[in-house]
């Protein structure tokens, strides 16, 4: 098959091949199958002093990269040209069978196995034979290790977390157009900021393992989305824009966020003096690995060590680039609606703009936080005293950390403690959903998307009602 009429995904443990027919005919626009050539990067893919050298990997960025590792490397590159070829070819067999019909096979999959359907689509069969059977690096009591070490760190590890994955949704360019094209934090923020904080829930509570509890079926679901959104801007934005980007969602970008929501929090820690060993690095990397593997990254980029996965996430963070015309579309809208609110509460919403800005600069860099803002009235609020009062904060909440790990029972803290996934990832569901609700929405059916495939070549991405 020429690589520009389509690609080529592998199945688990087959030689089946799942076809994908391209949008358009870019040469590099197949799915890399071993022995093909590598592709070079996309252009977009250049070092930006902004992203360049985060202090956070420091400790643990490899100073000398092994031959494997230079590989992997080559090969996560490459793969900033495809997405998720399992799932893209389900969303291209739905948009034949009928997108309703499609997923009422893929709920009935998800609840009672793929053996439950009569004549399942081949291209679901593909699919779960990847869901069904976990790669062999993958020990599940490991992975457990690695989600309660997690759950461990401190809440500034994770605010921090938070704040440098909102730098990559709103500045980064792939992020940041992906997101800016569908328009939902313009157009639907209330239930976007329910359906991120719920996945990010499911992916901390301990039932994620469990092939057919509601964490794992609600994070297929999510992957679906994500496809539909990639094949989506795929065909609206040509052959030109994929030629210099890359593919919008690429596996490639889903495993660097996949290190980063993985490894930040603790390696903040680390940084700030509550100190790591590389071998529980090593288990939170698995525990994050496997969810990108059941999330549709391509198994051959997944790292299962924290110095691989730093390796890539390095790369990703210092190519980056942006802000974009979306960027300034995302964080206007944003303002906009600060203008709006009434009273005290919005003199207090906007007077906590400089903070959060002086926040922001302390975890990603002065550069980025301005970027952030560049394009609303908050462009030139102060980032001092804030940059160094959240220093000192952070500083404070990793102390009282490591005071308490050294009082007895920190084993049995760490296992009561995550029992029920992480405790502040639960306070943000009901955040959310507490806002949604005063709104009227409910749920998150993660269905806004189903349509998007059907996007015409060179027509703007509807936004989803």
Same mark, same amino acid.
């Given at each position: 098959?020429?690589?520009?009429?389509?690609?080529?995904?592998?199945?688990?443990?087959?030689?089946?091949?799942?076809?994908?027919?391209?949008?358009?005919?870019?040469?590099?626009?197949?799915?890399?199958?071993?022995?093909?050539?590598?592709?070079?990067?996309?252009?977009?893919?250049?070092?930006?002093?902004?992203?360049?050298?985060?202090?956070?990997?420091?400790?643990?960025?490899?100073?000398?990269?092994?031959?494997?590792?230079?590989?992997?490397?080559?090969?996560?590159?490459?793969?900033?040209?495809?997405?998720?070829?399992?799932?893209?070819?389900?969303?291209?067999?739905?948009?034949?069978?009928?997108?309703?019909?499609?997923?009422?096979?893929?709920?009935?999959?998800?609840?009672?196995?793929?053996?439950?359907?009569?004549?399942?689509?081949?291209?679901?069969?593909?699919?779960?034979?990847?869901?069904?059977?976990?790669?062999?690096?993958?020990?599940?009591?490991?992975?457990?290790?690695?989600?309660?070490?997690?759950?461990?760190?401190?809440?500034?590890?994770?605010?921090?977390?938070?704040?440098?994955?909102?730098?990559?949704?709103?500045?980064?360019?792939?992020?940041?157009?992906?997101?800016?094209?569908?328009?939902?934090?313009?157009?639907?923020?209330?239930?976007?900021?329910?359906?991120?904080?719920?996945?990010?829930?499911?992916?901390?509570?301990?039932?994620?393992?469990?092939?057919?509890?509601?964490?794992?079926?609600?994070?297929?679901?999510?992957?679906?989305?994500?496809?539909?959104?990639?094949?989506?801007?795929?065909?609206?934005?040509?052959?030109?824009?994929?030629?210099?980007?890359?593919?919008?969602?690429?596996?490639?970008?889903?495993?660097?966020?996949?290190?980063?929501?993985?490894?930040?929090?603790?390696?903040?820690?680390?940084?700030?003096?509550?100190?790591?060993?590389?071998?529980?690095?090593?288990?939170?990397?698995?525990?994050?690995?496997?969810? %990108?593997?059941?999330?549709?990254? $391509?198994?051959?980029?997944?790292? #299962?060590? /924290?110095?691989?996965?730093? *390796? &890539? !996430?390095?790369?990703?963070?210092?190519?980056?680039?942006?802000?974009?015309?979306?960027? %300034?579309?995302?964080?206007?809208? $944003?303002?906009?609606?600060?203008? #709006?609110? /009434?009273?005290?509460?919005? *003199? &207090? !919403?906007?007077?906590?703009?400089?903070?959060?800005?002086?926040?922001?600069?302390?975890?990603?860099?002065?550069?980025?936080?301005?970027?952030?803002?560049?394009? #609303?009235?908050?462009?030139?609020?102060?980032?001092?005293?804030?940059?160094?009062?959240?220093?000192?904060?952070?500083?404070?909440?990793?102390?009282?950390?490591?005071?308490?790990?050294?009082?007895?029972?920190?084993?049995?803290?760490?296992?009561?403690?995550?029992?029920?996934?992480?405790?502040?990832?639960?306070?943000?569901?009901?955040?959310?959903?507490?806002?949604?609700?005063?709104?009227?929405?409910?749920?998150?059916?993660?269905?806004?998307?189903?349509?998007?495939?059907?996007?015409?070549?060179?027509?703007?991405?509807?936004?989803?009602?």
């Amino acid at each position: 098959m020429a690589p520009g009429l389509g690609g080529a995904g592998p199945d688990s443990g087959t030689d089946r091949v799942v076809t994908v027919i391209a949008p358009g005919g870019h040469p590099y626009d197949y799915y890399y199958r071993p022995g093909m050539p590598l592709r070079p990067p996309p252009p977009r893919l250049q070092p930006d002093p902004a992203w360049a050298d985060l202090p956070v990997f420091d400790d643990f960025r490899p100073a000398a990269p092994t031959r494997r590792q230079r590989d992997l490397l080559e090969l996560f590159i490459d793969h900033y040209w495809q997405g998720d070829a399992l799932m893209d070819a389900v969303v291209e067999r739905f948009r034949v069978i009928g997108v309703a019909h499609g997923r009422r096979l893929l709920d009935q999959a998800l609840a009672r196995g793929i053996d439950s359907l009569d004549d399942p689509p081949p291209e679901l069969v593909d699919l779960f034979a990847s869901l069904d059977n976990p790669p062999e690096w993958h020990d599940a009591k490991e992975w457990e290790r690695g989600r309660r070490l997690w759950v461990d760190c401190s809440l500034a590890g994770k605010v921090g977390m938070v704040i440098q994955d909102a730098i990559g949704t709103f500045v980064g360019a792939e992020v940041s157009s992906a997101t800016g094209a569908t328009k939902r934090f313009v157009n639907a923020p209330l239930v976007r900021n329910v359906e991120t904080a719920k996945w990010f829930h499911d992916a901390t509570k301990p039932g994620f393992l469990d092939r057919y509890g509601p964490e794992f079926r609600e994070t297929v679901r999510v992957r679906l989305m994500h496809s539909q959104v990639r094949q989506g801007l795929r065909r609206s934005w040509g052959d030109e824009h994929f030629g210099y980007h890359g593919n919008p969602i690429s596996t490639s970008l889903t495993m660097g966020a996949a290190v980063t929501f993985g490894l930040l929090p603790m390696l903040t820690d680390h940084n700030h003096g509550r100190k790591r060993h590389t071998a529980e690095l090593d288990l939170v990397m698995r525990y994050w690995s496997y969810i %990108a593997y059941v999330f549709g990254v $391509a198994p051959e980029i997944i790292p #299962t060590t /924290a110095a691989d996965g730093i *390796m &890539l !996430a390095d790369y990703a963070t210092a190519t980056a680039g942006g802000p974009t015309d979306w960027t %300034a579309q995302m964080t206007r809208a $944003a303002s906009d609606n600060l203008a #709006t609110i /009434a009273g005290v509460p919005g *003199m &207090l !919403a906007r007077a906590a703009v400089s903070p959060l800005v002086g926040a922001v600069a302390y975890y990603s860099g002065d550069p980025l936080a301005r970027a952030l803002v560049s394009a #609303t009235p908050y462009r030139d609020v102060p980032i001092q005293p804030w940059k160094t009062l959240t220093g000192l904060a952070v500083h404070a909440c990793v102390k009282s950390r490591m005071v308490l790990d050294r009082v007895p029972g920190a084993g049995l803290r760490r296992a009561v403690r995550a029992a029920r996934g992480d405790p502040w990832e639960s306070l943000a569901v009901r955040a959310a959903e507490l806002a949604a609700r005063r709104r009227g929405i409910t749920g998150t059916p993660y269905r806004h998307h189903d349509d998007t495939p059907n996007t015409p070549v060179g027509c703007p991405v509807r936004a989803p009602s």
